[in-house]
């Protein structure tokens, strides 16, 4: 079973530049969210979506957008880098139907703003 | 989503019972109490869930008293290996917005 599959794993960025995080969850899950984790911090929410095409802002949302256009898929999109991006992103899923809020992780993306 | 209060770290040596208590005074009535594991370098990962009273896994225990508004994890005879960073959350099933707090921080050492 793949569960949440998150690319790259590791990526360096200029400050200013842009790249897409992705992730993909074969369980066929209507809940996905991205978190952010900084060194010896918790997870912080910046996105989520509750099902395709659908979706909206977490804790922490400025610098970053989504799209859902899937039920599988849910990008992570940083238009202009910045140092204060660098961090380990995370891409989890929920299954609405177990009613009890069950989160799956991706194994995270690994980033660096320099 | 019901605030908690959890210990920033625990120490603990190899062969010992580890317990670690979260206080969310404000729950609701369909709030389940959900326990992660985090490694370094990964994910969280769902280790247990309760509603009331106690539950076990292989891998832990979960005590949650009849007011409901503290639980305790207990992780028995723990090895190098169980050295992580463990969250607590509060939820039902409608709440979309999840979050994770700082967590509790337990070392074992040898």
């Known amino acids: 079973n793949a569960g949440v599959t998150q690319t790259p794993k590791f990526r360096i960025l200029k400050i200013g530049q842009s790249m897409t995080l992705q992730c993909t969850q074969d369980?066929?899950?209507?809940?996905m969210y991205w978190y952010r984790q900084d060194p010896g911090m918790g997870l912080k929410l910046i996105y989520y979506?509750?099902?395709?095409?659908?979706?909206d802002k977490g804790e922490v949302p400025n610098g970053y957008n989504v799209s859902r256009s899937t039920t599988e898929d849910f990008p992570l999109r940083l238009e202009l880098a910045a140092p204060s991006q660098t961090s380990v992103y995370f891409c989890?899923?929920?299954?609405?139907?177990?009613?009890?809020?069950?989160?799956?992780f991706g194994a995270g993306t690994r980033l660096s703003v320099l | 989503l019901a605030k908690t209060t959890q210990p920033i770290s625990m120490d603990s040596y190899e062969g010992q019972e580890v317990n670690i208590t979260c206080s969310h005074n404000?729950?609701?009535?369909?709030?389940?109490i959900t326990w992660y594991q985090q490694f370094p370098s990964q994910g969280p990962r769902f280790i247990i869930q309760?509603?009331?009273t106690k539950v076990t896994n292989e891998v832990a225990s979960l005590f949650i008293p009849a007011d409901r508004k503290s639980s305790t994890l207990s992780l028995p005879r723990v090895s190098l290996s169980d050295t992580a960073v463990y969250y607590c959350?509060?939820?039902?099933?409608?709440?979309?917005?999840?979050?994770f707090g700082a967590g509790t921080t337990v070392t074992v050492r040898a």
């Open positions: 369980m066929n899950h209507n809940y």
């Open positions: 989890a899923s929920v299954s609405e139907k177990t009613a009890k809020n069950i989160q799956y």
């Open positions: 309760g509603y009331k």
């Open positions: 959350l509060v939820g039902a099933g409608n709440d979309y917005k999840l979050s």
């Open positions: 404000n729950i609701a009535t369909n709030d389940y």
């Open positions: 979506s509750v099902g395709a095409g659908i979706t």
